[in-house]
């Protein structure tokens, strides 16, 4: 049974323009998108800025109205719930955003940042709520003392356990995670990574991934989509994808990943230079002639491909 | 390999704060060859941005304080007066920003951005700018190369704008090219053409490319050697394929453990205990890496660690690298101490 | 960009009716109307209802406006009770003369502020950034009228210079140069007055922009490409640090018509600010709707020549 299903799910703005600023068209940032992901999975979405992951993030936790299509959590459709009703949901769902340092009131400890979603759902005594802090504080392997402290003394990495303590406190189900180390060094993305992992067991969590690296991705995640323009181009398991890529964006994504290989680097660059080749060639066979993406077509019980 | 085209001796780079000042970078030694790519590579904080900043005579006067030599041509560039500088800068070196969205002038059109230093250091005419202007948008890899000279920044995309950026660095053939995290900002299938441009060009130039960056992604597609630096020093220098393969200095052994690769799958990623110390609170005596690898014993550190060049052109500081390990089942220390 | 002024026109036709409606029932809710003025002690009340029905003072508030905003659009302002003239003959110079004092206040004040912005903003922390920071807190902190009093005595009184009151010499014939002249001599002490206290804004913008940009990535490249600092200056930080005093010329413009009242009563300077005052304390109300349409209608043409203005200098809003 999955947890969260999504279907046809589109999201459009309109674009203003002529004379009387009237819409004249549609910014169709997501555009007929299907997945699902199961309990204790790691899902992710993959694609460049711009092609409309973190719509999709957004839109299911409410943050960006689904223009058409269904977001099914736990057997109910979201998009047909009122803003109260919905609350109950997002109490299940939360997220972790990229930026540590923006995403934080900086105004504010972090015993009421990490408190303030459960203000809203529960009433609990001052001292109730310090402990369910410093509980979630400690799951987070930050020093549970620290609560009265402001994020500007924080490095980013504890700023973004910071983040995670907060989505943690309302004991979700799904974490939506839009590019969480994409700010951060090389050794604190580790640090949160390994944590991510961690604490997805301990809490039978659900991770919903965003990211625009691929090797991140590779290492975090069961199964994928990966997404141009709105669409699905390809959807699968990380060896699906990663050993067998099937769809020409997806291959020019995967060409383009730095290895930390030096052997074949002439290689690589011809390999590279094929593929733009036979992106130009083979594009009729992926995209129609208004440049869409087509539907996915399932080619294994895991792998599907939009093809013609 | 050819001759060295910039040399840089003991260069110390040393930030004003309260009175006091705190070098970003420490006594940095450093050759770069024509024709080759030298990577510098290093987390935020390390000091190499400073480094860079400091080639092209970028730092505020009044805040800060340059030490040691940058030699170009048998002359020290640090010594150089105003006028002096501006006849090397965008001409013999040249430099490549890492955002292509704020590098670029919103007021100014493409074409004269890219004119602007043949103005300085050429005596072309008018026409004969244009003309160069032109070439280089189409060396560049940009399309339809007479439009885009009349556009603004704004009407193009980040893949385009960084080649318009490079085509800028590129305008009078420069000897020395700074990329300074040249494609952080992009996307992967443009970071991918970004990388290959830059190969390409430098077939033609014959550069030497000094190219910052934290991703080591990039370093093993781009560099030739590499630098690792860790808080204001240099603490391991060689070949790419030797700090890629055999690296030796625990920092770069743990940066490489960090990142997640085919071969990491799932597994846990190595972490560095701890975090960079700030140039304020950084102890300047002993190896300034041992406070995150506490497990190594203090007898393995010098007391005073210098680059050594423990086999042919790799050097290390630190004797510390010889019984280096990481620590079993610890691997991802969860808990860090909070200062 | 002909489609841009034209949308925007057109945007004005309903701004400018909200406003003329706010106006009038403002006006409508004084206390006393266009007869109060008049009417000697004797009247009899019978005689007065008379009047009032005779003018139209007892229909239905909206006939009224639809009375009094036909006549506007045909350019038949009214009478002034007061002055016992067309509306439109008793703007005319003084429109012309609050104008022309508006114009070179501006003028002036961007010749003081602009160089001392840029001053400011370039050497930063520096004695002369003190001093024009100093100045300029001492210019916001000064009231208008205090500081015009004191220019007054100063220059008007005490040294003779220039004359203290009226717009131009009572002598001097229309087109002669010594017309132009006595204008212009007439101007000096309320431009003076305006414009030193004026630059507050523009010193203080123009030096924050110029700090902000001079830190900017592309100020980089420019040096990097070896452009000598003075063309760095003039050629990149400059340009883009005045992009935000463009886009305030249109409120500019709007502002000065609305401090003119003070200057002009000051200097007795014969201009739509000083019957503006004697208008309302006589509850001349055709006059003063016809002046707070006028502007009402400054604000608006303002608001849109910002826009334009700064459409104009970046590439970034242009306009198609």
């Known amino acids: 049974m999955s947890l969260l299903k999504v279907n046809d799910l589109k999201v459009h703005y309109p674009i203003l323009g002529g004379f009387f600023h009237t819409v004249i068209d549609h910014v169709r940032a997501v555009d007929g998108v299907s997945f699902e992901l199961r309990p204790g999975e790691t899902y992710g979405l993959v694609g460049e800025s711009g092609c409309g992951k973190t719509t999709i993030g957004r839109a299911i936790i409410g943050l960006n109205k689904a223009t058409s299509g269904e977001i099914n959590f736990n057997g109910t459709d979201l998009t047909q719930l009122s803003r109260g009703q919905r609350r109950q949901y997002t109490k299940d769902i939360q997220m972790i955003f990229q930026d540590p340092y923006s995403s934080l009131n900086a105004r504010k400890r972090v015993l009421d940042i990490v408190a303030e979603p459960i203000r809203n759902f529960e009433r609990l005594s001052s001292e109730e709520e310090r402990k369910r802090v410093q509980f979630v504080i400690e799951r987070v392997g930050l020093n549970p003392e620290i609560i009265y402290k402001y994020p500007h003394e924080f490095s980013g990495g504890q700023r973004q356990r910071i983040g995670i303590a907060r989505a943690l406190m309302l004991n979700p189900k799904l974490i939506i995670a839009d590019e969480p180390v994409s700010a951060l060094d090389v050794s604190v993305q580790a640090q949160v990574l390994n944590f991510m992992q961690d604490i997805q067991k301990e809490f039978n969590l659900t991770y919903l991934f965003i990211s625009h690296d691929l090797g991140i991705i590779r290492h975090m995640c069961d199964r994928m989509g990966i997404m141009y323009r709105g669409r699905f181009v390809e959807e699968g398991t990380s060896e699906d994808i990663y050993n067998e890529p099937q769809h020409i964006y997806t291959k020019r994504l995967i060409a383009a990943i730095p290895e930390l290989e030096t052997a074949n680097r002439k290689e690589k660059t011809h390999i590279r230079n094929q593929i733009a080749e036979e992106y130009r060639q083979t594009k009729h066979q992926f995209f129609d002639k208004d440049g869409r993406v087509f539907s996915l077509k399932k080619i294994s019980d895991t792998h599907s491909v939009a093809m013609q | ?339 | 960009m002909l489609k841009f002024l034209l949308r925007r026109t057109l945007i004005m036709i309903p701004q400018l009716f909200i406003l003329s409606v706010l106006i009038f029932l403002l006006a409508k809710s004084m206390p006393g109307d266009a007869l109060t003025g008049q009417i000697g002690p004797q009247i009899d009340a019978e005689r007065l209802i008379e009047l009032r029905e005779k003018a139209g003072l007892n229909d239905p508030w909206h006939e009224q406006y639809a009375r009094w905003i036909g006549n506007v659009i045909q350019g038949d302002f009214g009478k002034s009770a007061i002055y016992q003239q067309k509306v439109t003959n008793l703007i005319g110079d003084r429109l012309g003369n609050t104008l022309l004092l508006s114009a070179s206040i501006l003028l002036v004040s961007y010749l003081i502020a602009i160089p001392l912005g840029i001053i400011a903003g370039r050497w930063t922390d520096s004695w002369v950034d003190k001093l024009i920071v100093w100045y300029n807190y001492l210019a916001f902190a000064t009231p208008l009228f205090v500081f015009a009093l004191i220019i007054l005595f100063i220059f008007g009184f005490t040294l003779q210079w220039f004359p203290i009151g009226g717009s131009v010499d009572i002598q001097a014939d229309k087109g002669t140069m010594d017309y132009v002249l006595s204008k212009t001599e007439h101007l000096v002490l309320p431009t003076m007055a305006g414009s030193l206290l004026a630059t507050f804004g523009t010193i203080q913008y123009l030096r924050n922009e110029i700090i902000d940009t001079k830190i900017k990535d592309f100020v980089k490249t420019a040096r990097s490409k070896g452009v000598p600092e003075r063309k760095v200056y003039s050629q990149h930080i400059f340009r883009n640090s005045l992009l935000p005093i463009a886009a305030f010329l249109g409120y500019e413009i709007t502002g000065l018509i609305g401090g003119s009242i003070f200057l002009e009563s000051i200097f007795s300077y014969p201009g739509l600010g000083q019957l503006f005052l004697s208008s309302i304390s006589s509850r001349d109300f055709s006059v003063v709707n016809i002046l707070v349409l006028i502007s009402g209608s400054a604000a608006i043409v303002g608001t849109m020549l910002s826009d334009l203005i700064l459409s104009w200098v970046d590439p970034r809003i242009r306009v198609d």
Request: net charge positive; charged share 25%.
């Open chain 2, 1 to 339: 390999m050819g001759n060295p085209v910039l040399k840089i001796r003991n260069l110390s780079v040393s930030f004003k704060i309260k009175d006091y000042h705190y070098p970003a970078v420490d006594d940095v030694t450093l050759t770069i060859n024509e024709d080759e790519v030298l990577a510098i590579v290093g987390e935020s904080g390390c000091g190499k941005s400073a480094l860079a900043l400091s080639i092209m005579g970028l730092h505020p006067k009044g805040r800060t304080k340059i030490d040691g030599e940058i030699n170009y041509q048998d002359q020290n560039i640090l010594r150089l007066n105003d006028a002096s500088l501006n006849k090397v800068r965008g001409n013999e070196i040249a430099m490549i920003f890492q955002d292509p969205l704020t590098a670029l002038n919103p007021l100014v059109r493409i074409g004269k951005q890219i004119e602007e230093s043949m103005k300085y250091h050429t005596n072309f005419s008018a026409s004969q700018r244009k003309k160069r202007a032109l070439e280089l948008l189409g060396k560049v890899g940009i399309p339809y190369v007479k439009r885009v000279y009349a556009q603004y920044p704004h009407e193009l995309s980040g893949g385009m704008r960084q080649r318009v950026v490079i085509a800028i660095a590129l305008a009078c053939n420069p000897k020395v090219l700074i990329a300074d995290e040249p494609t952080t900002a992009l996307d992967v299938t443009i970071q991918a053409q970004i990388l290959d441009l830059m190969k390409t060009l430098q077939e033609d130039t014959m550069a030497g490319i000094i190219l910052i960056t934290h991703d080591l992604g990039v370093v093993a597609e781009m560099a030739d050697r590499v630098a690792v630096m860790y808080a204001g020093q240099i603490v391991e220098i060689a070949d790419v394929d030797t700090i890629l393969k055999k690296p030796l200095h625990p920092y770069t052994r743990s940066l490489l453990n960090s990142i997640p690769s085919k071969m990491s799958n799932k597994s846990r990623l190595h972490v560095i205990e701890g975090v960079v110390p700030t140039i304020q609170n950084l102890k300047r005596n002993g190896c300034r890496f041992a406070p995150r690898i506490k497990w190594i014993g203090g007898s393995e550190h010098q007391e005073n660690p210098l680059l050594e060049e423990v086999e042919p052109d790799h050097w290390v500081r630190c004797s510390c690298y010889r019984n280096f390990y990481f620590p079993k089942g610890k691997t991802g220390e969860k808990h860090d101490v909070l200062t």
